[in-house]
């Protein structure tokens, strides 16, 4: 399977690119990859920012939004499933939320995941947004994959969810900060190695808010092993990737079947 990561980067300048601009760019840099790629991801909130925590209101959109619209007519262009990253999605009867799109190649939305774990702990997406209650697989022609969003990265029970419900491949669309770089790669590591899946990571370039983003897109396989990763600037990370090295690394060590905590509780049976 062949994977293309964007590494997109949002400038601070508000003058030199407006959301729309970026979003036209995005849609152009989806479409350079037909037939290059099978799955294109994106990174997080990428018409603002993960950090720009002012415009999140301001260009919050619906759902079925223009980027929605863009998207979706970029991966029926490119032929690509596409996990569109996130936008700051407006509900109309609830709170913001960061919510991850995922296309199929034919333009039709496969699946949508408002992020659980908001980061900011008292200020920024913590207070702005809502927290999703969902956890979130995709069936792909030759995985399944399940999909989150930037700080999920730090709570392996969200991954070991997305086993249990069948993920072969994690994919994280993530604005993450440069100055924790070092522990964006060693959880991206953790989760495949812990998860025996890959883990597809696409974060985002430049500077959202004053906050420099940490780049480096990471592509890990079920043995933690690094199979590509990019640098600092925006750039589009190539990986091939074989799916079926998830179903022969977790039998040849299947150290998932030796789990004793967290799983689910069987069902009583009432006389």
């Given at each position: 399977m062949r994977a293309s990561l964007i590494q997109v980067a949002v400038n601070d300048d508000k003058t030199a690119e407006t959301v729309n601009a970026r979003r036209d760019r995005v849609s152009s840099l989806v479409r350079e990859e037909a037939?290059?790629?099978?799955?294109?991801?994106?990174?997080?909130?990428?018409?603002?920012?993960?950090?720009?925590?002012?415009?999140?209101?301001?260009?919050?959109?619906?759902?079925?939004?223009?980027?929605?619209?863009?998207?979706?007519?970029?991966?029926?262009?490119?032929?690509?499933w596409l996990h569109a990253g996130s936008i700051p999605e407006r509900d109309p009867e609830g709170p913001l939320y960061n919510t991850s799109l995922v296309f199929s190649p034919d333009g039709e939305l496969a699946a949508a995941y408002r992020k659980i774990h908001r980061f900011g702990f008292d200020k920024g997406e913590a207070v702005l947004m809502g927290a999703g209650e969902e956890l979130v697989t995709v069936r792909l022609p030759e995985t399944v994959a399940g999909v989150t969003t930037c700080y999920d990265l730090r709570f392996p029970e969200l991954y070991r969810g997305l086993v249990d419900r069948g993920a072969q491949t994690l994919l994280v669309s993530a604005g993450w900060p440069e100055r924790r770089r070092s522990h964006w790669t060693l959880l991206a590591q953790a989760r495949a190695v812990e998860n025996q899946a890959f883990v597809l990571a696409c974060g985002s370039a430049g500077t959202h808010a004053g906050v420099p983003q940490a780049g480096h897109s990471i592509v890990v396989d079920p043995w933690g092993e690094v199979l590509g990763e990019a640098g600092a600037g925006e750039e589009v990370l190539r990986v091939e990737f074989d799916p079926a090295k998830v179903d022969r690394t977790r039998n040849q060590f299947p150290a998932l079947k030796d789990r004793q905590l967290g799983l689910p509780t069987p069902a009583r049976r009432l006389s």
């Open positions: 037939g290059a790629a099978d799955l294109v991801v994106l990174p997080e909130l990428w018409t603002t920012g993960a950090f720009a925590y002012e415009l999140f209101s301001t260009e919050a959109e619906p759902l079925e939004g223009p980027t929605y619209e863009a998207m979706a007519k970029a991966a029926r262009d490119a032929g690509v």
